[in-house]
Nanobody
Framework: VQLQASGGGSVQTGGSLRLSCAASGFTFDGYGIGWFRQVSGKEREGVSC????????YYTDSVAGRFTISVDNAKNTVFLQMNDLKPEDTAVYYC???????????????????????WGQGTLVTVSS
């Protein structure tokens, strides 16, 4: 399961970014796909997750109302639109997919499903005050 996260960058407080997660060599059918983030020295946390098949979503409390996760079936890509960014959103963002996991389960438990080597480099989001 190879995923490529992209779209990070540096913005000021209140700015917006859109992250993309593209699948390579497989389709997202049947998968839960999630965005996770990690700050150096802290555990990886689930931010927002989605069911590719039915579009159901889950958001952690700190981003609800500011972030929107969406899927593009034709492009086999999942997006995370991040608005009203805050300095505490600064982190490396990763995406991951697990078959048949619900969005809530994926966000709450998915960070430890794969070994650290699976997660790749992610994409860095920096929000300055």
């Amino acid at each position: 399961v190879q995923l490529q996260a992209s779209g990070g960058g540096s913005v000021q407080t209140g700015g917006s970014l859109r992250l993309s997660c593209a699948a390579s060599g497989f389709t997202f059918d049947g998968y839960g796909i999630g965005w996770f983030r990690q700050v150096s020295g802290k555990e990886r946390e689930g931010v927002s997750c989605v069911s590719f098949d039915n579009g159901s979503t889950y958001y952690t409390d700190s981003v609800a109302g500011r972030f929107t996760i969406s899927v593009d079936n034709a492009k086999n890509t999942v997006f995370l639109q991040m608005n009203d960014l805050k300095p505490e959103d600064t982190a490396v963002y990763y995406c991951a997919a697990i078959t048949f996991w619900s969005p809530e389960r994926l966000c709450l438990r998915g960070s430890t499903y794969y070994p650290p080597s699976h997660w790749g480099q992610g994409t860095l989001v920096t929000v300055s005050s």
